[in-house]
């Protein structure tokens, strides 16, 4: 039972133009959020986080939307660059049981000069 | 970068073979983990450590046994590599002081289980 969800495996943007992706998750106990990068032949790095007692968390050109209610958390990047073309895997814990994070299945962005 | 490496970093064994990984970090982390990744799974937790000789199951333990005599040592053994082991296997430490504390991981070990 897949608890992380990323239901598109794959995304394609234009240069300059604003990337989303989306994470869906099941258990209500999940309270922290994490979003990985991931290049070919490399492990994957951490980008952004947060926690439920917000909605929005900033970083640059990356922005973490939290909607609790929903179950739901996106990734917002803009503007988009080549460079950040990469698997993104949306990660979470509940804050319990030495913090192990629970892996969606990742998104494949790709953006395109 | 988070000192961690993993050993070896390509391996092709036989079905039935014992394989041992190795993971090295020069951080002091307490925590270290294995995961495997695999297409349309992401990634996958298979075993953790939050100290030496303290480790417990994540959620593909099956197959799987995880040692750990020294803070910097992470050592992941498949007792009989079967085919379904085959996979890339990372490893990640992290302080944990918080649940917002980030893993860092490493470069990542491909097993070919033929």
């Known amino acids: 039972d897949q608890q992380v969800k990323q239901n598109s495996p794959s995304l394609s943007v234009q240069e300059g133009r604003i990337s989303i992706l989306n994470c869906d998750y099941t258990?209500?106990?999940?309270?922290?959020f994490l979003w990985y990068k991931k290049y070919p032949a490399e492990g994957p790095t951490f980008l952004i986080s947060?926690?439920?007692?917000?909605d929005k968390n900033e970083d640059g050109r990356f922005t973490v939307f939290l909607n609790k209610s929903a179950k739901h958390l996106s990734l917002h990047i803009v503007p988009s660059q080549p460079g950040d073309s990469a698997v993104y895997f949306c990660?979470?814990?509940?804050?319990?049981?030495?913090?192990?994070?629970?892996f969606g299945k990742g998104t494949l962005l790709t953006v395109n000069p | 970068d988070a000192g961690i490496t993993q050993s070896p970093r390509h391996k092709v064994t036989e079905t039935g073979t014992p394989v041992t990984l190795r993971c090295h970090q020069t951080?002091?982390?307490?925590?270290m983990y294995w995961y495997r990744q695999d297409p349309g799974h992401g990634l996958r937790l298979i075993h953790y450590?939050?100290?030496?000789?303290?480790?417990d199951k994540g959620e593909v333990s099956d197959g799987y046994s995880v040692s750990r005599s020294k803070t910097e040592d992470f050592l992941l053994t498949l007792e009989s590599a079967t085919s379904s082991q085959t996979s890339v296997y990372f490893c990640?430490?992290?302080?944990?002081?918080?649940?917002?504390?980030?893993?860092?991981f490493g470069p990542g070990t491909r097993l070919t289980v033929t």
């Open positions: 990640a430490i992290s302080e944990s002081k918080g649940p917002l504390d980030e893993q860092y």
């Open positions: 258990n209500s106990m999940f309270d922290y």
């Open positions: 947060i926690s439920s007692i917000k």
């Open positions: 990660a979470a814990n509940s804050g319990g049981s030495n913090y192990k994070l629970t």
């Open positions: 951080e002091n982390h307490r925590y």
């Open positions: 450590s939050y100290g030496v000789k303290d480790t």
